[in-house]
């Protein structure tokens, strides 16, 4: 069976497209899923702690509010849950091929079709769609001796429940989003734990509250009163891009928030000295948490900021000599972003592999679309992740076009692909513009391809890229019947 659509991924993205496959009337397609069970990151991530630092209302479908969130930051059992819940109510679980790692996803120019090669067998669909999410594939640090280490090591998006953490030193690499997370959480039953931070944070008040049963009711009974929450949380977010893009300098606001949080909750100043940030506020993540800075002042735990030369079998030796001894080691250090694994996967027409769209060597339209890659979509696709709002928004401007440009290929049997011309502008236009951005105010950040590129964060306000992603450009392709 030749599938309409192959869809790549069950998270956000690969739920999303299927519905809006369904709504369009696109039938005959699959979702093919790795694991054996859906949700991508929000199945993942199970560290103590792990929380969405995006409001819930905003950081849903658009088209499946949820009137039960419980806080107004969800936490990732409930985001989780939400998913699942959304997979039932659109009975998606029947078009899922669970247990399907694709390996390999090539067109063949002859039968004009992409060959999907998975551990269970080759699949063949006339249009992809990769929903595989940016941060799907976890990084361990490339640190010298780590494979020697005598203990046990996870990451914290492969978080090992039958590791015992009662009792036992525990070491944390880093000091992201996830880190500050699951550090507070652990702290209380770990026997001693120390934080190795690289580069500390921007640190902001978390503002997040438990939702009342009042209020719940209220988005039962009037669901535009979620939808006015929704909107309202959207557009104080937008207002970000006016320091973000437009005029970094005024993100100085949000920096003396952040040095006053950080001065009421560390009372010692040696410390706060050593978590103070010394580049501008957004340039990395800003992270947000009540709870991280005061775990420094339990008597169990420490911050290490001298460099880490090595790992050994007991533990981390950093740059002064000095062994720190553990029986666990955590890194919270990230995902591959730029060098998605996936881009090694997917060949196009000419042979060449996705990966050079990642690393900024081949042009993209629009964050989805790449020339010789005909019939082959992207979620979360190079410049359209976001600093400031919901990659949820995104990922519904981007399934706007998707759908229209499949329709395009469905009806009229035809090879769909960007122009050259259309995604060198798109692409080079982005780029012009990234230099004047927060994030080009100079630090080192997952933003940041390994030339140093911005290939990650698009640098607008949101609502303009729903507007360019709103409709199919037929001029802006080459249409071949
Ligand atoms: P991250 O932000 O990339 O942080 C990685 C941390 O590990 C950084 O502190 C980094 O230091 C450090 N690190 C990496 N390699 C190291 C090495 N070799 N030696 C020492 N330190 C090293 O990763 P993350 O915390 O997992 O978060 C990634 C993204 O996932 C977030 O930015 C966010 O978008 C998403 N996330 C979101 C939530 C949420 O609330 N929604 C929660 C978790 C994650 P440097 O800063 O010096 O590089």
Known sequence: MILNVAVIGSGFGGLGTAIRLKDAGIGNFLLFERADDLGGTWRDNTYPGCRCD?????????????????????????????????ATRHHLRELIKFNHDVTDISFDPASKLWYLTT?????????????????????????????????????TAQWDENVTLVGQRVGVIGTGA??????????????????FQRTPSWILPHLGHVVSERSKRLYRVVPLAQKVVRAFGYWRRELMVLGFVKDPSRMTKGETLAREHLERQVPDPQLRQRMTPHYRLGCKRVLISNDY????????????????????????????????????????????????????????????????????????????????????????????ALGHSSIIFMHESQLNYIIKTIEVTLKRGARVEPTIDAARKWTQGLQEKLPGTVWGTGCSSWYLNAQGKNTVIWPDFTFKFRQETRHFVPKDHEITV
Not at 59 to 64: G, K, L, N, P, T
Not at 126 to 138: D, I, M, Q, T, W
Not at 302 to 309: N, Q
Request: net charge negative; proline share 8%; hydrophobic share 40%.
């Open 293 to 384: 800075y005061p775990t420094f002042s339990r008597e169990n735990v420490g911050l290490v900021t001298e460099p880490i030369e090595r790992i050994e079998p007991q533990g981390i030796r950093t740059a002064d000599g000095m062994l720190h001894e553990f029986d666990v080691l955590i890194a919270a250090t990230g995902f591959y972003v730029t060098d998605n694994p996936i881009g090694e996967k997917v060949h196009g027409t000419k042979g060449e592999k996705l990966s050079r769209a990642f690393c900024g060597d081949m042009a993209n339209y629009k964050g989805t679309m790449f020339p010789d890659f005909p019939n082959l979509f992207m979620l979360g696709g190079p410049n359209t």
């Open 54 to 86: 995006v409001g819930s209302d905003l950081y849903s479908f658009s088209f499946a509010p949820n009137p039960r969130w419980s806080n107004t930051y969800s936490y990732q059992p409930e985001i989780w849950a939400y998913l699942q819940d959304v």
């Open 178 to 195: 996830s880190a500050i997370q699951t550090v507070p959480q652990i702290a209380p039953f770990v026997g001693h734990l120390e934080v």
């Open 119 to 155: 551990n269970q067998g080759v699949f063949q669909a006339h249009n992809v769609v990769l929903a595989v999410g940016g941060l799907a594939e976890p990084r361990m640090p490339d640190i010298e001796g780590i494979e020697s280490f005598a203990g046990s090591v996870m990451h």
